[in-house]
């Protein structure tokens, strides 16, 4: 464990508070598991619908620690050179005609050396000098295949890496490493044995009214109450991509830069592409009206 995030973190009480502060307003199970995974230290994999907050977890605890914040978007045929390490050939080959020039003799390991390395998101995480740790985000791993899942597991569990031509790589200063999934694909036993696990569900809506208010400054309680209640409703229909924090967000501050004090059908109707990315799903809520939309409560 390091010992400057057991002295900028001694309880999980200080960390809600650093959340709180940064205004990400977690339930105590999440604050909970990212106080293990910075403690422990181990991996945590964080899954959930897409937009319930996940990545700007890892985007507060890079906050709170002071640490870089390193992404690793995953996608399909992603492989182990892009996430860890490249050989920079244009170099390479600049070396070879220097050394040419001067007549001197370059070897294979004058050229494969750290000099031509180029660190890609895993390596620069294990490569961090600190005090602090790095943050390794490992954004949506169940877009990659499992050859990559694979090769994640030395990382995981060793904070460590093997480069053929340089030997294994081991962190000095382990990073934080969080893992997010919308679980569009079962992940295999061996990842998640190696990592904490925490579901993040969609917040109740007391909370997401003070997400919303806190993220967009100035928001009437009103229009957030109006904003949550429309919300429930899309969410309980069957959607292609319900509205998650993130998009209810972008909602409240399309309202708000329009003047919109009072949420009504017209305003609901004309914004809807901000909280909405599917044309089925708009055509869903305009065949049902926009004052069923906005039917909800008020303050």
């Known amino acids: 464990?390091?010992?400057y995030v057991e002295r900028a973190?001694?309880?999980?009480?200080?960390?809600?508070?650093?959340?709180?502060?940064?205004?990400?307003?977690a339930d105590d199970g999440l604050v909970t598991a990212l106080f293990l995974a910075l403690r422990?230290?181990?991996?945590?994999?964080?899954?959930?619908?897409?937009?319930?907050?996940?990545?700007?977890?890892?985007?507060?605890?890079?906050?709170?620690?002071?640490?870089?914040?390193?992404?690793?978007?995953?996608?399909?045929g992603l492989d182990a050179a892009e996430a860890l390490y490249e050989w920079n050939h244009p170099r390479q080959l600049l070396g070879i005609r220097l050394a040419e020039a001067r007549h001197e003799q370059i070897g294979e390991d004058d050229l494969f050396s750290e000099a031509y390395l180029l660190r890609r998101p895993v390596l620069a995480a294990l490569s961090h000098p600190g005090p602090a740790p790095a943050v390794l985000l490992i954004d949506e791993i169940d877009r990659a295949d499992d050859d990559f899942e694979a090769f994640l597991l030395e990382v995981l569990a060793e904070?460590?890496?093997?480069?053929?031509?340089?030997?294994?790589?081991?962190?000095?200063?382990?990073?934080?490493?969080l893992l997010t999934s919308n679980r569009t694909r079962d992940l295999h036993d061996a990842l998640k044995r190696r990592c904490l696990y925490h579901w993040i569900d969609y917040?109740?809506?007391?909370?997401?009214?003070e997400i919303v208010r806190r993220r967009v400054p100035g928001?009437?309680?009103?229009?957030?109450?109006?904003v949550a209640a429309a919300v429930r409703r899309l969410r309980a229909l069957e959607l292609q991509k319900a509205p998650g924090i993130a998009e209810t967000i972008d909602w409240i501050s399309a309202l708000r830069l329009l003047g919109v004090d009072v949420l009504d059908a017209r305003a609901a109707g004309s914004t809807l592409g901000s909280l909405l990315k599917y044309r089925e799903d708009q055509e869903s809520v305009r065949e049902r009206g926009a004052d069923w939309l906005v039917a909800g409560p008020r303050a």
């Open 40 to 76: 422990l230290p181990q991996p945590l994999l964080l899954e959930g619908e897409a937009g319930v907050g996940k990545t700007e977890a890892a985007k507060s605890v890079a906050a709170i620690l002071g640490s870089p914040l390193i992404r690793l978007q995953c996608y399909d």
């Open 219 to 226: 928001t009437s309680r009103e229009l957030a109450v109006a």
């Open 9 to 25: 973190l001694p309880a999980v009480g200080s960390l809600r508070t650093a959340l709180d502060a940064l205004g990400y307003l």
């Open 203 to 209: 917040p109740p809506t007391e909370r997401l009214i």
């Open 159 to 177: 904070a460590a890496v093997t480069i053929p031509e340089l030997g294994t790589v081991r962190a000095k200063v382990p990073p934080v490493v």
């Open 1 to 3: 464990m390091s010992e």
